[in-house]
């Protein structure tokens, strides 16, 4: 049992806050075994102890997403996994016309046989109709924590393995962030460095590991407003259309163009991260407004996006108009220097076209030059080159 | 009799795919002499609990078409095996309420949604299991 109809329920713990149950094992009248989810992210798996006119009781079970996944597997029983827990064990007592349930903490030692399930009961997990909708299931959870909410299945070596090495995961983690952030950028800073409202923005946390070949699971830092956005919505869905696209080459130009030269780059180097590390992958992608998207890509797939990327260095190319003051000029060396009115400075080198012109600096001036990022594939730098196409006097 | 549910019930409960048929089933009771009290509902019963209004299945009586499924579920849940030890068993008869199929994990779980004043108990009688 999954999806709306049961994410609507929550229980107030007060040591443990909003647990909102993901998933029922058992339905007998009522949920009597569940799995809970705090908002800290945290699985708790909840058993029905008793139940009277009064109150109900349970017993809670904070668990790792290992020792949950080894659950779901039947390789440990509910007896062990309640006798033996990897932390604190809590007693639940619900009263029914009270709101927050009160949690004491529970000695695994002194419980007796009456309140653990028997030694050869296991969870017993299998996928129904319901469970199967996961379309639903996380486009659930995005909107009721208003927060966008991706699960990246990575399949290394196209295939079941479950582990991953530490550096390959590093560099994926970091450049998903920075490709975000670089696709979120859009028309803000010129250079390459992102601004800290940019990035705080569009902060996406790992959130969890799941059941997958190797399942990471995210959330966006922030949440969403009174429309169902947060401030990262849109680069995340604009990053994961581009992975759509795969390798229709065409539209993938299309739209790098409209994104900044640093999205595409940032791209590359995600594309590149998973690329060296083998990997294909499955994602899905909801958000608090409900948009969905469920993509999967294949090894080959990325492989021939980064050749795409790699050969196109048009995409990394582009023409920009800048006010500001000429501050210098080389005719010998064909060199300039310019600040932005924000203060950015610009060197590189003059375009033959007007090499030949006369220059007056200092001048406040409009300019338009053309903006070359180039990557370095073996140590991931960026190196911006400018060229001075034009110098305006300003209005 | 009128066939109608109870008056708080709301708009959506039961489901509309939910049917009269007549159905063996199985039943967890209280006692081996059970009575009406051992088949009203969640809510009927604890009407001032809000935590599982929102689930239509919460409105039903649950029932098993398969007595293993009894047993399995009594052994993962201490307050089924502690609480509700006893079987009875009888049928879905189309004059107390509606039933749906609802399994969790592929079980024989189904939900039965009984008729106001209807009496289901009577329809049943208890057996080992």
Known sequence: MKGEEIMNNKLEIDMLGTCYITEVFVFYDFPQLFLCNTETGTNILMVCLDMNSEYTEYMALPLSESKLLEAYRNRVSLYQLYSKPEGLLWRIKQYHNVEVCEATIRNPEELTEVELPDEDAFLDYEFDGELENDETYIVNISELEKRDVIKLSLEPKESHVQEIDCSSLGDILIHFQDAVNSIADKGKSIKGKLSQDTKEENLINVVGFYAASFGVKFKSNKISDLFGETTASKAILELFELFDLKDNKIEIIKKLGEMSPKAGIKYRKFINSLRKAELSFKAEVATPKKDYINIAISKNDITKIYNILSEHSEIDDRTISLKGKLVGIDVKQNKFSFLNEEGESFTGKLDDSICDSEFVVPKDVSIRIREQVEVDDMTNCERYKYILLEVRESK | ?129
């Open chain 2, 1 to 129: 009799m009128n066939k109608r549910f109870p008056v708080f019930f709301p708009e959506w409960c039961p489901p509309n795919d939910a049917r009269e048929e007549a159905i063996d089933v199985f039943r967890m009771t209280k006692k081996n002499n059970f009575s009406s009290d051992d088949f009203y509902s969640h809510v009927i019963l604890f009407p001032d609990r809000e935590d599982f209004k929102k689930i239509d299945k919460a409105y039903g009586l649950s029932v098993y078409k398969d007595a293993n499924d009894l047993i399995k579920q009594r052994k993962r849940v201490p307050n089924l095996r502690n609480n509700w030890k006893f079987t009875a068993k009888g049928k879905t008869l189309p004059d107390c309420g509606v039933v749906k199929e609802t399994p969790t994990n592929k079980n024989s779980h189904i939900t039965w949604w009984i008729y106001d004043g209807a009496e289901p108990h009577n329809n049943f009688s208890s057996v080992d299991i």
